[in-house]
């Protein structure tokens, strides 16, 4: 039997929303959202913002995981979403939602590899 587990996302992106990249509530608000939105299911969850700006995040799902790191006082973050297709295709949602998540930053995406596990 054949077995694609799916489709790991990783980029890195610039964005002027300083603001957004300082503090992660605004993104978590985003990622809870993306998350119903897609049907996901997180089994767990961390948040930490650094004291000069710019936080982290890494969420983890039964499916696998998403993350992303920001450096606001260089404009940029990181971001990383992988979802298994071990009970249903989810090539289309690792997409929709790394174009949401550049959407809400704004952001112009520096470098991106998809990984077809």
Request: overall charge negative; aromatic content about 12%; proline content about 3%.
């Amino acid at each position: 039997m054949n077995y694609n587990p799916g489709l790991h996302i990783l980029s890195e992106f610039s964005s002027e929303k300083t603001e957004q990249l300082s503090s992660f509530l605004d993104c978590k608000a985003l990622f809870n959202s993306l998350i119903k939105a897609n049907g996901l299911e997180k089994v767990g969850e961390v948040y930490h913002d650094f004291p000069n700006g710019g936080f982290t995040a890494v969420i983890c799902l039964t499916e696998s995981h998403l993350s992303i790191h920001t450096w606001p006082e260089f404009k940029l973050a990181t971001f990383d979403i992988f979802l298994s297709n071990y009970q249903k295709d989810n090539t289309q949602k690792v997409k929709d939602i790394y174009e949401a998540v550049l959407h809400f930053f704004e952001g112009i995406e520096i470098q991106k590899t998809e990984v077809v596990r």
